[in-house]
């Protein structure tokens, strides 16, 4: 549920302030890794996957990836639409994974691939708004870090 919030933030902020986008795009990348750790995705094996003759892409080099299979093409408000349909399907997954129902409409989801189609799908927002994925985490790592929390 996590996630969905956070993700809901970035789209939020997709639409009404762009400039919060880096941080939101970690808040949510954080909370994907955590998802596929906790359901025993190994998210880099998935990325290689996407890539076979690039391999995974490092965190600087995904909104390229993005970039590169068109996905950032896409305005703020369809990739908006784009990641909160990711991110239904990953919950979707993850029910499933957890003894959830089948899907009514009898489609299958594969919770690596969902995970891999929402890092793209974050890749995307930082390839059209023009900032590194691997300079807003450690941006974001050292407002954590002067944080008190409580």
Known sequence: MKLVEEVGELVAAAVSDPGQVPGECVDALILLASVADRSGVDLHHTLAGRFPDEGAPALSEVSARAAAAGLAEADLKELSVRAAIETGEL?????????????????????????ADLV???????????????????????????????
């Open 120 to 150: 793209l799908a974050i890749g995307a927002f930082a390839t059209r708004l023009g900032f590194d994925l691997a300079e807003a985490f450690r941006s974001k790592e050292q407002l954590n870090s002067r944080r008190v929390w409580r």
């Open 91 to 115: 919950c979707r997954a993850v029910l499933k994974l957890g003894g959830g129902p089948s899907d009514p409409a009898g489609r299958t989801v594969v919770l690596a691939e969902k995970c």
